[in-house]
């Protein structure tokens, strides 16, 4: 059975090499490198199937290595590991182009899972939805067989748009969805008229959401968008 190969960026030495002998002793292929200058070309080369970047790193930071990888391979699963933890870095790190993000320290564990779990939805596997259930989305409930949005006694109905829209994103939560798909889904084609009907329900939902500030909508660049939930 052919491995996952992995690209893996980090400059802490220590860290690196036992994240590296943890990842490869799960059977990944893992291409370790630690100076920012030399990614780009290690990932042209290497050609993985999952990117793993360090944000702080010598000559050049991760969220700059995550827009040039982007530029070059709009679809490869990228997660950003970092120390911060404020709102604004993660989604920037989103606006980056990347899928997820993971706080350190972190347990290989977790690291496994986030990364079995991109795999998973890069071959199409996203978490189903039933419309019968109930999601919690942060201080939300989402009820899309009732239509419905719950912030505690607040109810927001939904029409079959929002609703269709806001189910998508939930089912990819934390993970990017491409705009294209969202437009085939919810109005059949991607023309221009249904791409600016798209932009004013996106502009819906997050005043839909506006309440919990850890629950974001963030637009991707020529990719689509990433629905954040902290």
């Known amino acids: 059975m052919k491995k996952t190969k992995l690209l893996y960026v980090e400059d802490e030495p220590y860290l690196a090499k036992i994240v590296k002998e943890s990842l490869e002793s799960r059977d990944f292929e893992v291409s370790l ?15 993985p199937d999952l990117c793993v970047l360090d944000v702080m790193l010598p000559n050049k930071d991760g969220f700059t290595i995550g827009q040039e990888i982007r530029g070059s391979n709009p679809k490869i699963p990228i997660i950003f590991l970092t120390a911060k933890n404020q709102t604004n870095d993660v989604l920037k790190g989103f606006e980056s182009g990347g899928n997820d993000y993971i706080k350190k320290p972190f347990s290989m564990e977790e690291l ?109 660049k020529g990719i689509g968008y990433h629905f954040v939930v902290e």
């Not at 490198?33 to 050609?47: C, H, T």
């Not at 705009?179 to 008229?193: A, E, H, Y």
């Open 33 to 47: 490198i630690s100076d920012g200058n030399l990614v780009l070309r290690a990932f042209e080369k290497f050609k």
């Open 112 to 220: 496994i899972v986030r990364i079995n779990n991109l795999m998973r939805i890069t071959k199409g596997k996203k978490q189903e939805i039933s419309p019968s259930t109930a999601v919690d989305i942060g201080k939300y409930t989402f009820f899309p067989q009732k239509f419905e949005l719950h912030l505690n006694d607040q109810i927001k109905e939904l029409s079959h748009r929002e609703t269709q829209l806001l189910k998508i994103l939930t089912e990819h939560r934390n993970i990017a969805v491409d705009r294209r798909d969202i437009l085939k889904q919810v109005w059949g084609d991607d023309s221009f008229f249904n791409s600016r009907n798209l932009d004013v329900y996106i502009k819906k939902l997050r005043n839909f959401l506006k309440e919990d500030e850890k629950v974001k909508i963030v637009t991707l």
